[in-house]
């Protein structure tokens, strides 16, 4: 087709434009545009995990990734979104997509979505596709799919995995989800599969998530039932089964700087995958994996995307563990989107935060500085300044920085991507 664009910007430009809204959940087109293109042939790679939950998928996906190949295995992860270039969404044995390899299954989704009765297909789905399209041709040992939304009406789920994970339940998104939990809980268990493992890995999961894995006779291994783990003084240890049911147990791990619990769905995921663990390799690959955005800490400065109360949360504990020189501040630089709960995210950070720094984020779903800022205020917290980017509250806060002082970074996938841009340009 002559008119196919011929760059990356000029095919992710053509994608946001040739559908009418951004998000549309629902499988029937996607799924008639995946059997175009053979998917539905054959399986994709040797084993398929996917993962779907709230909060702690990338998290999930990074670690399951760095334990496959530690093991010697050829890997293929699909994430969502990027932070800073769309070839992140795509890696090959831990190294992202190169333009070639996406503009080739852009141009094959395209081909097929106009073959016969046009599909019309959101960016993310024409996405989505695309990237199964490349790993199918590749067919790796193992492929890890991270869910965009929800989880039974995402185009990930046109894919049958050979383990389904569920991290958390929490409510976001609820334009799309709505705010009862149950219900939440009920779309994301939408990617488990009948007589194939499930692991629900989170120990206050909503009852729907189960009541779904049994309804469909789905191979239940649930957080601290039927794996856990153990804190000790080497470390933490695990124990789990295998896909035989056999007993577990790996001692003297390292922290890898993520949530345990996904570390230990990661590796409790990957054991029903089929995949003898050995202990070396699970210590070197948990001691080397990185998350960028996810307690990532460049100097003074923590990043992480996180953007609902339950995310918020778990970065409160974390920085709580942490002590401050006397004198020193820790401030928070937040940008949050219209449609996030912005209370909730303060004042779960609040205990842990000295002053804050607003910033705007522009969009569809804009929500200004000054917005942010009567949040704050309405929470009892200082807001120390307003600014009308994240880029330029970063540039403010690090000339007024004492040396012992922290920032954390937070509140959307934009705040942390704005800044990160800002330090590299």
């Known amino acids: 087709m002559s008119d196919m664009p011929s760059t990356l910007d000029a095919w992710l430009e053509r994608l946001e434009r040739q559908h009418p809204v951004s998000i549309d959940l629902g499988l029937e087109r996607v799924a008639r545009v995946a059997r175009r293109l053979g998917l539905d042939t054959g399986p994709i790679a040797e084993r398929v995990i996917t993962v779907a939950g709230t909060n702690g998928k990338g998290s999930t996906v990074a670690m399951l990734e760095a334990l496959g190949r530690a093991h010697g295995l050829s890997t293929a992860s699909y994430t969502s979104p990027h932070l800073l270039r769309y070839n992140e969404r795509l890696r090959f044995d831990g190294e992202e997509a190169d333009d070639a390899t996406l503009i080739a299954g852009f141009a094959a989704v395209e081909a097929a979505r106009l073959d016969g009765e046009a599909v019309s297909l959101t960016y993310f789905e024409a996405g989505t596709l695309a990237a199964l ?48 939990l149950e219900g939440i809980g009920r779309e994301k268990a939408g990617i488990l599969r009948a007589g194939r493992p499930a692991v629900l890995g989170s120990t206050d999961l909503p009852a729907s998530v189960v009541e779904v894995a049994d309804g ?19 470390g933490w240890a695990w124990r789990g089964r295998d896909a035989a049911g056999a007993a577990l147990h790996l001692a003297a791990l390292p922290d890898p700087g993520l949530p345990l619990d996904n570390a230990a769905t990661a590796l409790q995921a990957l054991a029903l995958a089929g995949v003898t663990l050995d202990a070396v390799a699970c210590r070197r690959a948990l001691a080397g994996v990185t998350l960028a955005g996810r307690m990532q800490w460049r100097g003074q400065w923590c990043l992480d995307v996180g953007h609902n109360p339950h995310a918020a949360a778990y970065l409160a504990a974390r920085l709580a563990e942490r002590t401050l020189a006397p004198r020193a501040r820790r401030y928070a630089l937040l940008g949050m989107l219209g449609d996030k709960d912005a209370e909730g995210v303060v004042r779960a950070l609040a205990p842990v935060i000295d002053g804050w720094v607003c910033a705007t984020l522009e969009g569809e779903r ?31 806060l690090a000339a007024r920085l004492d040396e012992a002082d922290e920032v954390l970074v937070c509140g959307s996938f934009f705040t942390v991507a704005d800044v990160l841009a800002g330090w590299q340009s």
């Open 216 to 234: 469909l006779g789905a191979v239940r291994h649930t957080l601290g039932e039927d794996y856990r783990r153990e804190l000790s003084a080497e």
């Open 366 to 396: 804009a929500r200004t500085a000054a917005a942010l800022a009567e949040v704050v205020r309405g929470a009892g917290g200082e807001v120390v300044a307003e600014l009308d980017s994240p880029r330029l509250a970063a540039d403010w």
């Open 133 to 180: 399209w490349a790993i199918a041709r590749r067919r790796p040992e193992l492929a890890i799919l991270e869910v965009g939304l929800g989880g039974r009406l995402d185009a990930v789920n046109v894919i049958d995995p050979d383990v389904a994970v569920v991290t958390t339940v929490a409510q976001d998104h609820a334009a799309f989800l709505g705010d009862d």
